[in-house]
């Protein structure tokens, strides 16, 4: 079903690239591989921290509901980016997930980490922030030994067609922003322009990373990003333990 298409260099141990016939057997694959590391990090640690991006990324993810093996009770979900809209609105992350994800599935409430939509995109990432140093203090959420950045178990992001991820545009100074765990953008190149996102030290940090690009409008950005032939921000992505690319032929079509 899968080729595992790459896994080189000292660098790159850590990267995997995984290429599927059909989209239908990456979001197979891609429930599969998110149910392994649930189990791994419930059984270590009795909690799993998962962050999603928005877009179609969440498409993807409709096999995970199907999961019967999941211990949902110790699920911890974020965003990495989220549009600074009210949450019933079209715009919104959390919608997106919420109408076909997490409302089928037994999350507790209260382990659901959505923006304050009342607040301007600057004090919307400060409070972000806020919640994940408490998180981080209650020992839900680890740090890197390595980085001093929050270390979320699972990252599950998507990447736009110009080779964004999260809300970190290409050629945006965001992208190299170094201190701060979640900034706002006021300027996003696509709509809606007010924001909040998760930062690359942040990114990084997280144990394991799945990319999951489909389509193929988006084989050039991954062919600049797995290929070096460019740089995009999706070629900035890593993980501290592993970091798996989810592809379907037509996005891989020009590696
Ligand atoms: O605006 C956004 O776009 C990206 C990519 O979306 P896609 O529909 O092209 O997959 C998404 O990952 C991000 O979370 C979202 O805010």
């Excluded at 093996?69 to 549009?83: K, L, M």
């Amino acid at each position: 079903m899968a080729t595992t298409a790459s896994q080189t260099g000292k660098e790159e141990n850590k990267k995997r690239v995984e290429i599927f016939d059909t989209e239908e057997n990456l979001a197979i694959d891609l429930a599969k591989y998110t149910a392994d590391l649930s189990d791994k990090f419930c059984k270590e640690r009795g909690a799993f921290t998962v962050v999603v991006s928005g877009g179609s990324l969440i498409k993807s993810l409709r096999k995970l509901v199907e999961v019967d093996s999941i211990d949902w009770s110790r699920w911890h979900f974020f965003w990495v980016d989220e549009r600074v809209v009210p949450k019933h609105h079209e715009d919104s992350n959390y919608k997106l997930a919420y109408d076909s994800f997490l409302s089928k599935v037994p999350i507790p409430p209260g382990n659901v980490y959505a923006i304050n939509d009342s607040l301007s995109a600057e004090a919307a990432a400060d409070d972000y922030e806020t919640c994940l140093k408490h998180l981080v203090k209650t020992n839900v959420l680890r740090v890197s030994d390595s980085t001093g950045f929050p270390k979320f178990d699972l990252m599950l992001l998507g990447m736009g067609p110009d080779g964004h991820v999260a809300s970190l545009f290409p050629g945006h100074g965001l992208c190299s922003e170094n201190k701060k765990w979640v900034a706002s953008i006021t300027d996003s190149p696509k709509p809606p322009s007010e924001r909040i996102t998760f930062t690359f030290p942040v990114i990084n940090s997280s144990a394991h990373v799945a990319l999951v690009v489909c389509g193929s409008g988006k084989a050039e950005p991954v062919q600049m990003a797995l290929n070096k032939t460019g740089s995009v921000p999706a070629g900035s992505v890593s993980a501290e333990e592993e970091l798996v690319w989810f592809l379907d032929k037509p996005a891989s079509s020009k590696l």
